[in-house]
């Protein structure tokens, strides 16, 4: 199997995306400083207004900040350590959880996902835009989520994240130190975006440009 080649992009800006998606990344080294109530305000704001499939909106977000112990350490508790050394000391955490079926039919819902994932997306740059960070994580464990945070059933637990400032380095243990965006690896985008037919490179994905190729 072919394994494809990661591209380092350092420089987004220039290729004409949005600065607030040049800008976003994912940092270890959180601040402890309370994210204020209006600006959490409009995370909750921007991950509402989301689009999802028959408009089912079918996003939960179970949220604790670091003012309330219990309910903060109830969420941590479910992060696998390696992330807990690190999360511990953002001022908020976030668990995505979906709704499987369809409000109006009952029906399963395969969409839930996708739109899960459109909605902390679309936290994630709002939190961008006020100056704040997130750094999402696949690494929590669902069981003990449903269990400590009492997720019903008909509800799936999708991922955790950390929301706050950027914060010193020094107390993170075994993590990158630094507070600048490490540069990105990506995939090329002729190995993304097919052109009507799987595994045909898009013509316009070569540098962004137009490519001549045989029909």
Do not use: C
């Not at 679309?122 to 006020?130: I, P, S």
């Not at 995939?187 to 993304?192: F, G, I, R, T, V």
Request: hydrophobic letters at 40%.
């Amino acid at each position: 199997m072919q394994v494809m080649d990661l591209q380092e992009v350092a420089g987004n800006t220039a290729q004409g995306i949005h600065e607030l998606l040049e800008k976003r990344f994912s940092p270890y080294a959180f601040s402890s400083r309370a994210v204020e109530p209006e600006k959490l305000h409009k995370l909750f704001e921007a991950a509402r207004s989301a689009p999802s499939s028959y408009n089912e909106q079918p996003w939960r977000f179970v949220v604790a900040t670091r003012q309330y112990p219990e309910a903060f350490e109830r969420l941590l508790q479910t992060i696998v350590e390696r992330n807990r050394e690190w999360a511990r000391h953002a001022p908020m955490l976030v668990l995505s959880v979906a709704k499987l079926d369809f409000t109006h039919n009952g029906q399963p819902n395969r969409h839930a996902l996708y739109d899960v994932g459109q909605a902390a997306a679309y936290l994630t740059f709002q939190a961008t835009a006020l100056g704040l960070y997130g750094h999402q994580m696949a690494g929590f464990e669902a069981g003990k989520a449903r269990q400590l945070l009492n997720i019903p059933e008909g509800y799936e637990p999708v991922a955790m994240m950390a929301v706050g400032y950027l914060g010193d380095p020094e107390p993170v243990p075994d993590v990158p130190r630094r507070h600048e965006r490490p540069a990105r690896a990506r995939k090329p985008l002729d190995s993304l975006f097919f052109e009507g037919n799987w595994g045909e490179p898009w013509s316009l994905a070569a540098d962004g440009k137009s490519t001549t190729r045989t029909q």
